[in-house]
């Protein structure tokens, strides 16, 4: 089980924002982070714990290991007002964090 | 460009059947396993079912195991979800997402709504 918190997290463009996703058992490095805004699919920002995907901006970071993850948006940017989820690949089957919500204060 | 486009969603009564297709292109299809993946409406995401590169090996949640069937049609670059014994927890936007060469949902289309309703 992946549970993500905050559920919702309030910050002001320009802020740092600070999402965690932690495990129920070891994932070990086998974790990404999805972004997804309304009506849309998810989008991979992160995979393997700290690996951008390809066109991911640099202020997306993510980190951790085992059980306790984190992704960090440095310099929130309008358009990371998103929901954000978290994924692990290293036990079957895949399963996703529920959800953190990141929204403008 | 790679692009997922799934169909076939629709309203559909409890016990009913449904199927989804995703039909892909701008890669070579039979080289990446596919999923489904779901969102009831509001809600976090779910894998369905998988499908390996070439076919042969199928994976189901338990929560539709016995009901759904995944395959695929390398000659239509085509993915499908036959959906049987449905319930309103069965209700849904379902998503085709491929596994990148990463190992990771890398693409996704944008998803066909099921809803189950009488």
């Known amino acids: 089980v992946l549970t993500q918190s905050p559920a919702t997290l309030s910050l002001s463009p320009g802020e740092r924002a600070t999402l965690s996703c932690r495990a129920s058992?070891?994932?070990?490095?086998?974790l990404a982070w999805y972004q997804q805004k309304p009506g849309q699919p998810p989008r991979l920002l992160i995979y393997?714990?700290?690996n951008r995907a390809i066109g991911i901006p640099a202020r997306f970071s993510g980190s951790g290991s085992r059980t306790d993850f984190t992704l960090t948006i440095n310099g929130l940017e309008p358009d990371d007002f998103a929901i954000y989820f978290c994924?692990?690949?290293?036990?079957?089957?895949?399963?996703f964090g529920q959800g953190t919500k990141l929204e403008i204060k | 460009e790679v692009q997922l486009v799934e169909s076939g969603g629709g309203l559909v009564q409890p016990g009913g059947s449904l199927r989804l297709s995703c039909v892909a292109s701008?890669?070579?299809?039979?080289?990446?396993?596919m999923h489904w993946v779901r969102q009831a409406p509001g809600k976090g995401l779910e894998y369905v079912s998988a499908?390996?590169?070439?076919?042969?090996?199928?994976y189901y949640a338990d929560s539709v195991k016995g009901r759904f069937i995944i395959s695929r049609d390398t000659s239509s670059n085509t993915l499908s979800l036959q959906m049987g014994g449905l319930t309103p927890e069965d209700m849904a936007i379902y998503y085709c997402?491929?596994?990148?060469?990463?190992?990771?949902?890398?693409?996704w289309g944008q998803g066909t709504l099921v809803t189950v309703s009488s």
């Open positions: 058992q070891s994932v070990r490095n086998q």
């Open positions: 499908i390996a590169f070439n076919g042969k090996d199928t």
């Open positions: 393997e714990t700290s």
């Open positions: 994924q692990q690949r290293d036990k079957w089957p895949y399963t």
């Open positions: 701008g890669f070579i299809f039979s080289d990446f396993s």
């Open positions: 997402a491929r596994i990148g060469t990463h190992g990771w949902y890398d693409f």
